[in-house]
């Protein structure tokens, strides 16, 4: 086949940040032949900026374009959005969160077997090449002891003031006050009536950033077997998990927002008894810097250290490229929607083992 025929669906953060100047660079591989948003101004920038024809504010009407592949990277739950282009015959590269309820993720594995095209979920972390590296280290270590999660998580602006993002506050106040209601119905579907701070943990801290850390801990470890305990605190700017697998290993999820540190840290710490591995995750508002790995353990009674950079690729550009081989080949992602589905029902248990109300 030619190149791959692209819609993108959102034209926000993480479409000008890292998707939209990768796909220009890959573009033997692809073609950006259309682009949606519902924030006109945004819209006419960014088509402006890319060349891109083509400008919808409506996904479906962007859908009936003769695409071959629509790239879903509008804000919150993406699973309406998903449902339509598979209908549509659409190959569908979509950001997390899939959907923010296992109803919305079945009505997805539903359309997807019908329509028999290639949908993934852009969880960049695992097409990292840190995390290719350190997958079989894990798998391979033996008196595994804990598992560690780790993440410190700055303010936005401290985080995206290097790279020039415009966005315009003109979204028509009817599409406003839709969007928000969608957001809370499907809220309300899936932990009932909520409190402002609920809504923040569930939309946010779990569903929008942590979302990742799950989908990572599952990648090396599979399913735990419980969820132990949830605890937020200040206002939700902190929040850790305890989890249980079947072997009596720990897993210690860790979230704390520092929001006038602009210093992003995420570690995922694998402890054995006598060996250590920690893959150290750089800031995903940065391109190109590389995810280092470190691996401890003892050598004739004596300890040793290394640091391993296993590629200087860019994890955002590794899953385009592992997203057009799919697509190209008829080939399963590695991230499919069944693998979401799992992260989605595992953060429903997180929510819900918090032990006391939030309010």
């Not at 504010?57 to 699973?79: I, M, N």
């Not at 992003?264 to 060996?275: D, I, L, P, Q, S």
């Not at 929607?337 to 929510?351: Q, S, T, W, Y």
Request: proline residues 6%; negative net charge; aromatic residues 8%.
């Amino acid at each position: 086949m030619g190149r791959i025929r692209v819609g993108v669906i959102g034209c926000g953060l993480i479409g000008q940040m890292m998707h939209l100047p990768h796909l220009k660079e890959l573009h033997e591989l692809f073609e950006v032949v259309a682009l949606c948003d519902v924030s006109p101004g945004t819209l006419r920038y960014v088509a402006d900026y890319y060349g891109v024809a083509k400008r919808f504010t409506s996904h479906r009407d962007l859908l009936q374009e003769p695409l071959d592949a629509a790239v879903v990277l509008s804000a919150d739950s993406h699973g309406q959005v998903i449902v339509d282009a598979l209908k549509a015959g659409k190959h569908v590269l979509t950001e997390k969160p899939m959907c923010f309820t296992l109803r919305e993720a079945d009505e997805i594995l539903t359309a997807h077997r019908t329509a028999g095209t290639v949908c993934m979920v852009a969880y960049m972390k695992r097409y990292d090449p840190g995390f290719r590296y350190t997958r079989p280290l894990i798998r391979q270590m033996k008196d595994l002891q804990a598992i560690h999660i780790t993440v410190l998580h700055p303010s936005e602006e401290h985080q995206i003031a290097h790279h020039e993002i415009r966005r315009f506050m003109d979204v028509p106040a009817d599409i406003r006050a839709k969007l928000l209601a969608d957001q809370d119905a499907l809220i309300r579907e899936a932990i009932g009536d909520f409190t402002p701070l609920e809504r923040r943990v569930f939309a946010n801290n779990l569903l929008s950033t942590l979302v990742h850390d799950i989908n990572v801990l599952r990648g090396l470890s599979g399913d735990p077997d419980r969820v132990l305990f949830t605890d937020v605190w200040h206002g939700g700017e902190g929040m850790l998990t305890s989890m249980a697998y079947p072997n009596g290993v720990r897993a210690v999820v860790s979230l704390q927002y520092l929001p006038d540190l602009a210093n992003y840290e995420e570690t995922v710490a694998y402890y054995g008894k006598g060996n250590r591995v920690r893959l150290v995750f750089p800031s995903p508002f940065f391109r190109n810097l590389p995810t280092p790995v470190i691996v401890e353990g003892m050598e004739d009674g004596r300890p040793f250290a290394k640091t391993v950079t296993a590629s200087m690729k860019e994890a955002f550009k590794e899953e385009l490229l592992h997203f057009a081989d799919c697509v190209r080949h008829s080939q399963t992602p590695d991230t499919t929607p069944e693998d979401a589905r799992g992260d989605v029902a595992l953060l429903h248990k997180i929510f819900h083992a918090i032990q006391r109300p939030l309010v």
